[in-house]
């Protein structure tokens, strides 16, 4: 048994937990405080919020959020040990939780944690890497400073599996007939895109047709932007690293807009993109004016060029490296 925790936030934890764990080849356990999800193939543990309280959540700034006398708390941490006394789980994988990777260590249970981009440099990402049995990082190596302020014995225990999607890798082409189609992708995570933006980057491309998925007001949410990316000449998306690889996977051209996120999260992942490699054109902010030249500068490069990003095996990667971390526990030392 492997347990997986999946962070709430956005829709990228629960993506790449779904794409991960159908090619494990042993059950997988979700433990969330999202709603079981239609695709999700085995148990589902759903956790209550941890949200009663504010009084002191980070322990005095060594942990992320675990506020003092908070019944959601208490009530999801003894959950989740319920769940490992009764499934004796080979390894918990947290993406992400420190103090749910603290809880299952505490307990015996080998940990992989997932390491997200930013500065990680605060205790408690530290601490959480440093008690974990392995780390997998979901993006390419060859990628700079996707993640920084880590100590070196830390750094050096990262797996980079690369750009993982949900999607298969079969991209297709763009039909040459009719006008230009570019697709605005919007994260689940929030957004200060507004549709007056939008709207006026309408305006200035009368010869490209838009879509945008994303949450009303601003336009049309889909939980499958597939067909949409396939179907796009540009993507213009935010830096989250499912959409990242998503337009990737799609090798589309993309225009890059990285959203405010803790830890400055996206901001290092736009950075890392900067990189000509990259069929990306990043920018600090939404632009109010120029969009038809971006466009089509956009569109000039070759969306080829993302093979590096994203080569369509990052989920089988991930998948053998918790089948190598979880062999490390023998049955002669497995409790019960």
Known sequence: MIGWYIHHQGRGHLHRAAAVSRRVGDQVTGLSSLPRPTEWRGPWIQL???DDTTDDPTARGQLHRAPVRDAGLRRRMALVSSWIRDQDPALLVADVSVEISLLARLHGVPVMTVVLPGDRSDPAHV?????????VATWPAEARGVVTGLPDDVVRRITHVGGLS????????????GPRRVTLLAGAGGTATTPALVASARNQTPGWTWEVLAAPPLGTWTEDPWAALCRSDVVVTHAGQNAIAEVATARRPAVVVPEERPHAEQEATARALSDERWPATVLSSWPTSGWSRLLDDASARDGASWAA???????????????RTAARVTVGTRVG
């Open 166 to 177: 949900r999607f298969d890798l079969a991209p297709a082409v763009p039909s040459a007939d």
């Open 309 to 323: 990003w994203c080569d369509g095996g990052a989920a089988a990667r991930f998948a053998e490296v918790i089948r």
């Open 48 to 50: 209550p919020a941890d």
């Open 127 to 135: 601490l959480g890497y440093r008690v974990s049995d392995a780390l």
